[in-house]
Structures are given as C-alpha cells and as structure tokens.
C-alpha cells in the first residue's frame, strides 16, 4: 500500500460510508508526479474532481502531513496535466515549504469554537494562555469526554501562534511515542530532542495513553522540563484528571498538577443547537429549526458525531438530490440514535433531571418551593408521567404528594408551560431521549 492509499484509506474513517463510495474511492494516487510537497490525484471526471478539490484537499493535505511531517498542495486531475501548471503549482509549493510546518488544522480557532456554560472554564483559560504563553498557567491541562472540544482548543492555540509566526509542535501522544521509538532504533535521538525541545508551544494530544509506557515517560519527563524552565507553554489534553491516569509515575502527574487544570463538561441543550447552527453556516448547509432541534435532542453530546450527522444528511441529500426535511433526517440518521432502555424508573428520571438541570435529588423529592426546584419537580413528574406505567396515585407517592390532584395540577401546569415556550419543549424532548436511552451504561 502506497502513502497516497494509505492517505485514502484514512480519510474513509472520517466521512460518511456513502462520500467515500461515491467520490473519494474513484481517485486515483499518482506516484509517478507526486512529492512530498505536491501530491497528484486523478479524479474521472471534472465533477468530482471540483468537489474534492474544494471540500477535502486541505484534509488531504492535513493527512499527508501526519505521514511524512511535510504539508504537500494537493492537485486533483482529470487526464494529463499541462506541463505549465505543473511548473506553477511546484513553485507554489516550494514557497510555501519555507513557512513552519504543523499538524494542525487551519479551521480549528477561537473565533469557530462554540461557547457555552459546560466549556466556558476550559474556552477562557485556553485563550488567555494563547495570548500570554508561559506566563499564566503552565502547562494547562484540558480534559473531559470523548467529541467535546478538547482538541479544538488545543489547536486553536496552535493556530494562533502560527499566525505569530512561532515554532508549535501539536501531536498525539501516540504520534509522540512512534516518532520517540523510530530515533531511538536508528540512534538519532539527537534529532527527536531537537525537535520537540526547541519549538515555542508543545501542544500534546490525548496524553492518557502514556499510561505504563516507561521509556516513553522517562523522556516526556526531560522534554517537559527543557520547555517548562525556558518558560516555553505546554498544553495537554486527556480523557481524565492527572490522579486518575493509572500507570503515571508521580513525578509527571505532579507536573501536569503544576499549572492549571480546566475540565470541559457534556454541552447543554443550547450549546448543541449553536454548534449545530455554525456548522451548517461554515459549511453552507440549510437545516431548519426543527431539523436542528431533532439532531440536538437525540444524537448525545458527542459534538465529532454531530457535525459528522450534519455532513452525512448533507452528502445524502447532494447525492439523491432531495431537500433535507424532518422525515428525510429521521431516516438517514436512524442508525446512529440509541436503542431505547427498557423499564424506565422514576429513580432514572429523577437522577437525570437533577443533573440537567443542576438540582438535587433529594430536593426534587422534598417540599420545597424555590421557582427552580418547583420546576424541576414538575419536569420529573411530566416524564414519570409519559414514560412510566406509574399511576397518578403511585407518582404522588414516589413525590411525597398528598393524591393524585397534586399530580394532576402538576401535569396541567407542565402542558401550559409547552403550549407556549418553544425551547421548554425542546428541552423536554431532550430529557426524554436522554432518559429513553442507555446513555449511563459503562
């Protein structure tokens, strides 16, 4: 397998099943004019040729550069190129190889991340260490779940910086370890320590999985020190806190402890929907309202898989040529949504809807009066209502309510409140996806 197959077939993990059949799978790698600054690829016709061209070749770029640590211009051909523009084109590139190189990505910034209270800690920390680099907080350390933006902070420090014209070395901490054990084969440590000990910022990716892994620890450890006493910034992330990396020698876990750690949480309903609605207006995709509120309410709180959700429906609708409606997204994505959990409890309920909306439990249950816990209270009992077998009589008992009147009074007030607040009902229907699904299983 060639680096042009080897590119291709890691593109496919990134798009949707159908892009990849119907566009990216008939290119074909030219090895015979490609270099390591400019890479050729034959499309069968123009049409898919402009597509590519305008929608992937900077993905494309981005993956080569990942393979042989150079960012090549990617041309997509139909037949035999004339010898001029070749001639233009590697001049082109050879311009742009005098620039620094990196792995990031140019569209992950500041300005296309998406604020909102679960990320509003982990956004602010991550800017202002971009302005003042190893001054306020060395290293921060971004964690949190799977598809939440840690990523996209730690990049957008790094395109900030490169606009700056600084050195930034951002890599995984699987691509870290790769590159420590080829120099340490052929014996060119030299060169590895150069590299990631004489950049401006080092930006580390997914550093949970140095876990146990010794060698690759003891020199982490001499890198880390090299940059931290020259007041060089280091930006980690992680799936989980430093104390919770198992395998981590103390000494690394008390340097990552040493500057600031900014957890990002799971986003909230109006977060998804505005990351939904940027999504569609860089990618110029039309959805309306109630298509964004059904992809926000029932897709999780994976943003990679969201805006993944958006490009397939997209690609669908290019494809088939059909107008995206609510019944066409409900068929395209119906594999993507969660089986629905059997024999919901009030308990279920109850635990989801003290999280979501920041009460406890035990007040839910209690008598108390206060607007948000009433609130509260009245969701659980709307949901235990519509997605348990429970009786009314059996609910006002759950609740600690005198009968069922109480329940009833309560369902009044709730279908009152959804007759004329839009958003409540969107954040109801939220909730019972949410609790309709086996979203807690480990």
Known sequence: ?????????????????????????????????????????????????????????EKLAHLFELQNEVKPDIEITVGKQTEKTVKTTAKQSSEKQQ????????????ESFIVGPSNQFAYTTAKS???????????LFLYGGVGLGKTHLLQAIGNYHIALGKTV??????????????????????????????????????????????QTQEEFFHTFNELYNANKQIVITSDRQPNKIAG??????????????????????????????KKCELDGIDLNHEIINFIATHMGDNIREIEGTIIKLNALSSMLNQEITL???????????????????????????????NIKPSDIKSKKRTKNVVNARRTAIYLARNLTPNSMPQIALYFGMKDHTAISHAMKKINEI?????????????LSNKINTDTNKE
């Open 327 to 357: 019944d066409f997204a409900q068929n395209a994505i119906k594999d993507q949504l969660k089986e629905k959990k059997e024999n919901v409890t009030i308990d279920d309920i109850v635990k989801i809807v003290s999280r979501e909306l």
């Open 248 to 277: 981590l020698v103390d000494r690394l876990r008390s340097r990552f402890e040493w500057g600031l750690m900014a957890d990002i949480q799971p986003p909230g309903l109006e977060t998804k929907i505005a990351i939904i609605q």
């Open 129 to 139: 260490v971009a302005e003042k680099p190893g001054q306020l907080y060395n290293p």
């Open 418 to 430: 959804i007759d004329n607040d839009e958003n409540f009902k969107v954040l109801l229907e939220e």
């Open 169 to 214: 070395i951002y890599t995984t901490l699987e691509q870290f370890m790769n590159s420590f054990t080829s120099h340490l084969r052929s014996q060119t440590m030299d060169r590895f320590r150069e590299k990631f000990r004489e950049c401006d910022l080092l930006l580390i990716d997914d550093i949970q999985f140095l876990s146990r892994k010794e």
């Open 99 to 110: 620039s620094k190189s990196t792995y990031l990505n140019p569209s992950l910034t500041f």
């Open 1 to 57: 397998m060639n680096i042009g197959q080897k590119v291709l077939f890691e593109l496919k993990k990134e798009i949707t099943e159908t892009e990849y059949e119907r566009y990216i799978k008939k290119l074909v790698y030219d090895t015979r004019r490609s270099r390591s600054n400019i890479i050729y690829f034959n499309a069968p016709n123009m049409l898919v040729a402009k597509w590519i061209k305008t929608k992937y070749s």
